[in-house]
């Protein structure tokens, strides 16, 4: 079993746990407050605003060329199409992204993305920025590959859309990729680095719960309330 394997084993848990979050399993029923979504949106597009600096940290650390390309396309990859899913809920919703960016992130995103930062900020080398950032992306495509397996109906839902996103082959062969270069950079960790690359992991997948339970409580600073 890989390095990469062996985090995600660990993790595990910690994305089957994810699942049975109200939001999640809202999403796979179609029972989810709308109100709920929406706030998930404008979480989603604070988050991924701070998310996108891990690689900007992985690229002043970077070593080679290689390196910076698998930067530039994870950042090219969130900007071009996760964006899309996400500006198409804005319009939904009636939201602006120039109006939402001012918005606080919540306590428990905030704690994620510091986290991230922190980690890619003081990487030793690639290998804590992979950690750092892939276990969202990681997760995200194991939990609603599984949903769309073992609920189907969720394509008949307002939430198609967002499922289909990451459960699809495009995001997996990028996924895939991603590994890839991870294995590569993984390899050539010391062991006694081995600890500390899978707790960064573990973290941020235990922070990913945490984003979900927070996205089961609608934000309160939309339409002109005070947060």
Request: glycine share 4%.
């Amino acid at each position: 079993m890989s390095f990469l394997d062996t985090c995600i084993q660990d993790s595990l848990p910690i994305w089957r746990s994810c699942m049975e979050t109200p939001f999640l399993r809202g999403v796979a029923d179609g029972t989810l407050d709308e109100e709920c979504f929406k706030g998930y949106i404008v979480d989603d597009s604070l988050y991924l605003r701070e998310y996108s600096k891990v690689f900007a940290w992985g690229i002043l650390h970077s070593s080679d060329m290689e390196e910076i390309r698998n930067y530039y396309t994870l950042l090219a990859f969130v900007n071009e199409a996760e964006d899309s899913t996400r500006r198409y809920y804005l319009k939904r919703y009636g939201l602006k992204d120039e109006e939402i960016q001012p918005l606080p992130l919540r306590p428990e995103n905030r704690a994620y993305v510091d986290y991230m930062l922190n980690a890619a900020q003081n990487a030793v080398d690639a290998a804590d920025c992979m950690m750092a950032c892939l276990p969202c992306m990681l997760s995200y495509g194991w939990i609603f590959g599984e949903m769309l397996k073992n609920v189907p109906g969720v394509q008949n839902t307002p939430y198609a859309r967002f499922v289909n996103d990451y459960a699809g082959e495009r995001y997996e062969s990028i996924c895939k990729a991603w590994e890839a270069f991870t294995e590569k950079v993984c390899a050539s960790i010391p062991r006694e680095r081995e600890a500390h690359c899978l707790e960064i992991f573990r973290t941020c997948s235990e922070h990913e719960h945490h984003f979900w339970e927070m996205a089961a409580r609608p934000r309160t600073d939309l339409g002109g309330a005070q947060a």
